[in-house]
């Protein structure tokens, strides 16, 4: 069978001031129709920049200046941009890694479905609609008759995430770049998407490029994968034979990530004040009630990890910690002392004790604003520094979170990568001296070498300043690398919590197996067998049943 897709020699440079520096090296690829391959790496290996110039298409100030992006016999580096949009949506399709992002607010779902099969000329309105309809019950969306008229923010994320993917598969394509399309997702929303995923690849024969940083999730999906560092091909090989036996240092030590295990601490003395209380909250949004007499407790110097899959109630809980969501009943305490329900009724040093790190760094930072300032403003507002003592407190956090001052202070936060941003999130909460951090899933947006130095960073700082967390995550290989305890959360209620030892030894509760069953395995057989296990006979015949 020819090559669908073929890219030789392929550089890419990007624009700095009136400069082109290298993004990618030389890089060659090939696709046979049908086939899925991984492209894995750390933040800036150049993964997204390769699937984007698969498509013929680079970002503004980046430029492919070598090579040839040849697509079922079209150059695509040559192509005139008429061309390209002929074949853009039609034959290629490009799931991005936020859908949420990514669909256009204020239109409905099934409006954007019906767009590109209607203007390449593919299918009428009504029929594309009737095929929407299909394809969303092929994917498991929930009600597929009515779920297309509904807009983006009234469906959750792994819903969001398969209406792209049938989005994507509107015109029937031959070749879709999926772009980390499962990082933000919970565990089991994360297997309904992997799943529905591979059955609509198998079944309309696709080609797919499968980006990712997490190697388990790739080796569910990519008949190949190939390794990437800073722009140049480390090696590649067909997924079995590259798990079992990498060639290179730097794969086997993607292989050997998240090998940090903190050691388990003292059971918390009896009597012992919280640092935080939550005692019986119930809290809504409008007149439903998302939250149903959550209780649990947070001591100095421990992480309690929240973990439950979307909807769960986790964010919600913090909102209520942090005086954003005034619960409707019950109340918190800090050190013993109750808070008042609303922020805006809480002093400043009240305020100043509870710091929370946001998931996504990229918009929790001011991208107007220099990191000196980013971190200065806090140091200002809580300490009450300016000019020189501000700077040098800045600089002090700089350090801490073991970023050169020097280097950093006046720079945006465009000009860092994501492992640094998040970075100065925790310098930022560490500005007002807080007892208490909510870590709002902090790593899922990173790929696994850096979310792995966060986790280390923030360990030390618990150690080094006596700092409590809660560990806001979906991800259980987190939990054990970091918690202390856990609390597992259902539909806005706590169905179990304990010592994190006690909790990943069985027997557990139902749900909390079903989410520890759920932690995708080096093992390319795991998500066909898990499937088989949970009664489903192929991909294509139900959906993963949630217990």
């Known amino acids: 069978m020819s090559n669908l897709l073929t890219i030789k020699g392929l550089k890419i440079e990007g624009r700095s ?87 256009n607010p204020a239109h409905k779902l099934m409006d954007q479905h019906t767009e590109g099969p209607v203007q390449h000329g593919v299918d009428s309105r009504a029929a594309s609609t009737e095929d929407g309809i299909e394809l969303y019950r092929k994917l498991r969306l ?73 190697l388990a999730v790739v ?66 949004y409008g007149k439903t009630d998302v939250l149903h007499d959550v209780s649990f407790d947070i001591h100095a110097g421990r992480t309690v990890a929240v973990v439950g899959e979307s909807g769960s109630g986790k964010s919600t809980a913090a909102r209520c910690i942090t005086g954003l969501l005034p619960p409707r009943m019950g109340e918190i305490a800090f050190d013993g002392e109750v808070l008042p329900a609303d922020y805006r009724k809480r002093t400043k040093d009240q305020l100043r004790q509870a710091q929370m790190i946001y998931q996504m760094a990229d918009t929790a930072l001011n991208p107007r604003k220099t990191i000196g300032q980013i971190i200065g403003r806090p140091v200002q507002f809580y300490g009450g520094l ?55 899933e902090v790593t899922s947006a990173l790929d696994q070498l850096v979310a792995e130095g966060i986790l280390r960073l923030l360990a030390d700082l618990q150690d080094n300043l006596g700092l409590s967390y809660m560990f806001i995550t979906h991800d259980l290989a987190t939990v054990k690398s970091i918690a202390d305890e856990v609390v597992v959360m259902k539909e806005g209620k706590v169905i179990e919590q304990g010592e994190k030892t006690d909790m990943f030894t069985p027997p557990h509760h139902a749900y909390t197996d079903l989410l520890l069953s759920s932690v995708p395995e080096m093992d390319p057989d795991w998500l066909t067998n898990l499937l088989e296990e949970r009664g489903v006979d192929n991909i294509g015949d139900a959906a993963v049943d949630k217990m």
Not at 223 to 249: C, F, H, Q, W, Y
Not at 251 to 263: G, M, N
Not at 417 to 436: D, M, T
């Open 142 to 214: 929930p009600n597929p008759d009515q779920i297309g008229f509904r807009y983006p923010h009234q469906v959750s994320g792994g819903q969001l995430q398969r209406a792209m993917t049938a989005m994507a598969m509107s015109c029937r394509p031959d070749l879709i770049i999926f772009d980390e399309p499962t990082t933000a997702l919970d565990v089991t929303t994360q297997i309904e998407v992997l799943a529905s995923i591979r059955e609509i690849v198998e079944e309309f024969d696709t080609a797919a490029i499968y980006i990712t940083h997490d």
């Open 219 to 284: 080796a569910q999906m990519a008949d190949n994968i190939k390794v990437l560092l800073r722009g140049d091909e480390v090696e590649e090989a067909d997924t079995r034979t590259m798990l079992s036996d990498p060639k290179e240092d730097y794969t086997k030590s993607l292989w050997a990530v998240r090998e940090f295990q903190r050691p388990a601490k003292p059971a918390v003395p009896e009597g012992s004040v919280p640092v935080v209380s939550v005692r019986g909250i119930t809290a809504a």
């Open 17 to 103: 001031d009136e400069t082109w520096n290298p993004i990618i090296n030389g890089v060659d690829l090939t696709l046979k129709k049908g086939e899925v391959l991984g492209l894995i790496g750390e933040s800036g290996a150049g993964k997204s920049t390769i699937g984007l110039a698969a498509m013929g298409y680079t970002r503004d100030g980046v430029r492919i200046s070598e090579g040839t992006v040849e697509f079922d016999g079209i150059d695509l580096v040559k192509a005139s941009a008429a061309v390209k949009r002929g074949l853009l949506g039609k034959r290629i399709a490009y799931v991005a890694q936020s859908a949420a992002a990514s669909f």
């Open 386 to 440: 300016t000019g020189a003592k501000r700077r040098k407190r800045v600089n002090e956090l700089l350090d801490q979170i073991e970023l050169e001052p020097s280097q950093y202070y006046n720079r945006l936060p465009s000009e860092l990568s994501g492992g640094q941003k998040q970075r100065i999130g925790i310098a930022r909460a560490l500005a007002a001296e807080p007892k208490f951090i909510i870590c709002d």
